[in-house]
């Protein structure tokens, strides 16, 4: 079995910056792809940011400029840095890594809150 433990997020203001982490341990033999996801209130959840085992990275358009996704290897874990937040960003944000082929696995989830 896989875990994944998420650390960060928060409460901050509008234009404030949060650093996301998510560590995933247990029974892997390979990593895919890192990433997070994020889910509003009412809406699915839906991409954020992903980066590949060989550094590829891809974002959705609305974070596109403000956040940076990034990943070790060695210690099998993957960031997040959020910078410009802003009101539209508040969700509930998951890590997902893609593990030991084509298994997926989530993190417990971490709000994230922006004030106006």
């Known amino acids: 079995q896989v875990q994944l433990v998420e650390s960060g997020g928060g409460l901050v203001q509008a234009g404030g910056s949060l650093r996301f982490s998510c560590a995933a341990s247990?029974?892997?033999?390979?990593?895919?792809?890192m990433g997070w996801y994020c889910q509003a209130p009412g809406k699915q959840r839906e991409l954020v940011a992903r980066?590949?085992?060989?550094?590829?990275?891809k974002y959705s358009d609305s974070v596109k400029g403000r956040f940076t996704i990034s990943r070790d290897n060695a210690k099998n874990t993957v960031y997040l840095q959020m910078n410009s937040l802003k009101p539209d960003d508040t969700a509930v944000y998951y890590c997902n890594v893609e593990a030991n082929g084509y298994h997926v696995y989530w993190g417990q989830g971490t709000q994230v809150t922006v004030s106006s």
């Open positions: 247990g029974r892997i033999f390979s990593i895919n792809a």
């Open positions: 980066i590949t085992s060989g550094g590829s990275t």
